[in-house]
Nanobody
Framework: VQLVESGGGLVQAGGSLRLSCAAS????????MGWYRQAPGKRRELVALTTSGGGSTNYADSAKGRFTISRDNAKNTMYLQMNSLKPEDTAVYYC???????????????WGQGTQVTVSS
């Protein structure tokens, strides 16, 4: 499974960005996909997570009302629409996916390489 993020960048406070995560895989059934972020000197934290088909979606309190996670299963792509960005949203944002290897029936999780989001005040 490969996860490739895009869409990060520099934006002023109050602005918007949309992150994308393109997943490529074979013989793997994806369950959950989500976004995490890690600011300098801080631990990686959950931003938003959605299960297969969008049946369940969870947001960090800091993201509620401002960020929206979505999935296009036909394109194997996940998005994070971020509005009303704040300087404290500055971090490296990572795409995450977990699921089951169809051949071994083992659960695995995967991470993208990360994309930098910088919000200036």
């Amino acid at each position: 499974v490969q996860l490739v993020e895009s869409g990060g960048g520099l934006v002023q406070a109050g602005g918007s960005l949309r992150l994308s995560c393109a997943a490529s895989f074979s013989a793997f059934s994806i369950n959950a996909m989500g976004w995490y972020r890690q600011a300098p000197g801080k631990r990686r934290e959950l931003v938003a997570l959605t299960t297969s088909g969008g049946g369940s979606t969870n947001y960090a309190d800091s993201a509620k009302g401002r960020f929206t996670i979505s999935r296009d299963n036909a394109k194997n792509t996940m998005y994070l629409q971020m509005n009303s960005l704040k300087p404290e949203d500055t971090a490296v944002y990572y795409c995450y996916a977990d699921g089951v290897d169809i051949h071994s029936a083992r659960v695995h999780d995967y991470w993208g390489q990360g994309t930098q989001v910088t919000v200036s005040s």
